[in-house]
């Protein structure tokens, strides 16, 4: 079975600093995408960054970006210069090889960032 | 382009009652993903449909059903609605099979929130 696991269920940050969001996977796919989703107040769910497997070298989209380590299976999201609009629930998300369209998630990171 | 749009987004429907909630993907896109949202839960798989098939099936009762059009509009249905589903149902899409330079990666609707009472 594909599990994924966040440990930290609420985090704050202050403006303009640093956040790193942990997460876990346990996957026995050697082909896999890994995601960071956003989920503002709103409600509306935003990709914010992706991960193939089998590239090695960690993904940056402006302000965010990943270190992943395929050997211990753990894939953590920083966020640089954080923002007021950072502020969400924020879910790593699993999807496994083959033809399958179903993403597994992590219990979500509640962000804060203050002022 | 359109990103993926749902309908409804509120619904109060009674226990026992049946419900239909659709969901249009990103033009282009074939697969369509279902998933619940519950604070208890958090976000499970309902399932996948991929050209009108189904492609994948997370562990749900029956009472769940879902199908896709040739235009790869989807619609879920829940029949004899329990206090249990109420909860926020998102529909994602995506190209849904793997060709150069285009992954997998879903793209959420703002979601059908439903409640049961």
């Known amino acids: 079975a594909q599990t994924v696991t966040q440990s930290q269920p609420e985090m704050s940050v202050q403006e303009a600093e640093t956040v790193t969001l942990s997460c876990t996977y346990d996957t026995s796919e050697s082909n896999y995408y890994l995601f960071w989703y956003k989920q503002p107040p709103s409600r509306q769910m935003i990709l914010v960054i992706r991960?193939?497997?089998?590239?090695?070298q960690n993904a940056t989209e402006n302000r965010f970006s990943v270190n992943f380590q395929k050997a211990a299976k753990s894939f953590s999201l920083k966020i640089s210069d954080s923002q007021l609009g950072d502020t969400a629930m924020y879910f790593c998300?699993?999807?496994?090889?083959?033809?399958?369209?179903?993403?597994?998630f992590g219990k979500g990171t509640k962000l804060s960032v203050k002022p | 382009k359109a990103g993926v749009t749902q309908t409804p987004r509120y619904l109060i429907k009674t226990r026992g009652q049946q419900v239909t909630l659709s969901c249009s993907p990103i033009s282009g896109h074939r697969s369509v993903s279902w998933y619940q949202q519950t604070p208890g839960q958090g976000l499970q798989f309902l399932f996948e449909?991929?050209?009108?098939?189904?492609?994948n099936k997370g562990n749900f009762p029956g009472r769940f059903s879902g199908r896709q059009f040739s235009n790869s509009r989807s619609e879920m249905n829940v029949s004899t609605l329990e206090l249990g589903d109420s909860a926020l149902y998102l529909c994602?899409?995506?190209?849904?099979?793997?060709?150069?330079?285009?992954?997998?990666?879903?793209?959420f609707g703002p979601g059908t929130r439903l409640t049961v009472t």
């Open positions: 991960q193939e497997a089998y590239k090695q």
């Open positions: 449909y991929f050209s009108e098939t189904q492609r």
């Open positions: 998300a699993l999807l496994g090889g083959g033809s399958q369209g179903n993403l597994i």
């Open positions: 994602a899409s995506s190209f849904g099979r793997r060709t150069s330079g285009i992954s997998y990666e879903q793209y």
